[in-house]
């Protein structure tokens, strides 16, 4: 089983709206580093992904399913801070940070899909028993 075309499209939606929220806030209040923004969008789509996928497949999730959309986000990640800081050299120390979050942000799925489907079955089997 896979990650169909349209769950990515909204995984990386999840993502990029993650990180233009996080910033705007972040902005407002005047509070944090840029980076945080990072691992907001990361963590925000990694549950999208996660959520899409065992509300259909209620089995773990294989390997490659959590590598797909490790790989989006990844690449999301990088492409987002490269034209931010080209944009607005938000980073101090990009030649460290951007690599480390696309690879950090790559692994997220690995953390959040199995809490996600643990979640969903909880759902599930609670709303059984409560429509037999």
Known sequence: MTMRAYELAIVGAAH????LATVLVMSALDVGEPFYALVVAAILGSEAGALLYHRRQPEAAPARVKLTVGAVLAILCAAESLIAQAAWDWIVHPDVVIPLSSVGTFFFPYAFFEPMRKALAKAREQ????DP
Do not use: D
Request: aromatic share 0%; charged share 40%; glycine share 12%.
């Open 16 to 19: 990029v709206a993650g990180l």
């Open 127 to 130: 709303q059984e028993r409560k």
